[in-house]
């Protein structure tokens, strides 16, 4: 079952402490189409179900990734994506948005998807690995 899109929303905008949705909805549409281009198979699709819809379709439709970005270089990206954006406001943004990604994966899933990306992801996600 998706996570209706104004429960994800308004979690996001809790987390990342933005003032209005429309900044947390910008966020989450960046962070998950360049997730979506280092996600693959099932895994993507699996994500991508319990999402809302227009998230699910950002996520399905990525932009390729030549290559898996770390995370460091994934929150680089994010930075360029976002207007103002530097690299401390991107790791916010984008940890916020794969927080909410992740509750709304469930555990299972999201060690899934954890297995998709190189290491260091945990955290972004909010699920740091003992």
Known sequence: ????WHAFL???????????????????RVVLALLGAHL??????????????TFALIL???????EPLSPERFIRAVAAWIEGATE???AW????VLSVAADAAGDGLTAQILL??????DLLFGR???
């Open 1 to 4: 079952m998706p996570m209706p």
């Open 10 to 28: 308004a979690q996001v905008q809790e987390r990342g402490e933005y003032t209005s949705p429309d900044e947390a909805e910008r966020a989450a």
């Open 40 to 53: 693959v198979g099932q895994v993507r699709a699996d994500l991508a179900a319990r999402l809302p819809e």
């Open 60 to 66: 399905l439709n990525p932009l390729q990734a030549r």
């Open 88 to 90: 401390k406001t991107a």
């Open 93 to 96: 943004d984008t940890s916020a």
């Open 116 to 121: 998709q990306l190189p290491d260091g992801y």
């Open 128 to 130: 740091p690995q003992a």
